[in-house]
């Protein structure tokens, strides 16, 4: 068994900075997680108008509306084997803007040689990832479609009420810590939402991930 990023990216993952190679091999055989802990150094928001949108999303950890400077955060990625057998490693980030953190939750898998990432705490958002090693190993993982699960409801979801999401992580060797830069863009609101940070690991052992983690629904459906 092979850890998912690294099943995804196939020879690629090796081109990966040897910091990045460690923190995207989380996994049951690597038999360890990944905790971040940093200070993002902007989280920002696009115009009034699009607060509704990020308003909606966070009612289910899917996206953050809150904005600030020096904001500290902290990243769990955690391998742990769902209620269908699949491997799934958490990303779960919390931001402390206000006195109530903010969280944003995700799980990933792999099917297909795809990683699917189910956004929020009931995973009704499954999203496909393209994954790209950079010339200087740092990693780019873009959104693409994106498909709505509830009970037996299921359909494509639009891209006119969604975002699209392009993250990048690298890690900067003079400085010894992690940098990560998020931005998602809707095709008519323009920019929603986006951060950039850096952030320090630890990388304890790990066999299965905290119940607070873990989504309070898992969807089979991809």
Known sequence: MTGIFRAALGADFHR????LQRRFDVGLESGYACVGTGTMSRIRR????????????????ILVADVGT???FR???????????????????EYSVRETPSRFDATMIL?????VDYLGTHQHLAVDLDLTVEPDGSLLLRSG??????????????????????????????????????EVHNAFFGFLFGYTGTFSAEFPAAADAPERLKPVRHERRT
């Open 16 to 19: 990966l900075h040897p910091a």
């Open 145 to 182: 479609a994106q498909r709505f699960y509830e009970g037996p409801f299921a359909f494509r979801f639009p891209m006119l009420f969604s975002g699209r999401a392009e993250l990048r992580e690298s890690y900067d060797d003079a400085a010894g810590e992690y940098r990560i830069s998020m």
């Open 70 to 72: 020096d904001v500290p």
């Open 111 to 115: 099917d297909g040689g795809r990683i």
């Open 46 to 61: 696009g115009p009034w108008w699009t607060v509704p949108f990020l308003q909606l999303g966070k009612l289910r950890n």
């Open 75 to 93: 990243i769990e990625n955690y391998p742990y084997r769902d209620p269908f057998g699949r491997e799934t490693v958490t990303f779960v980030r």
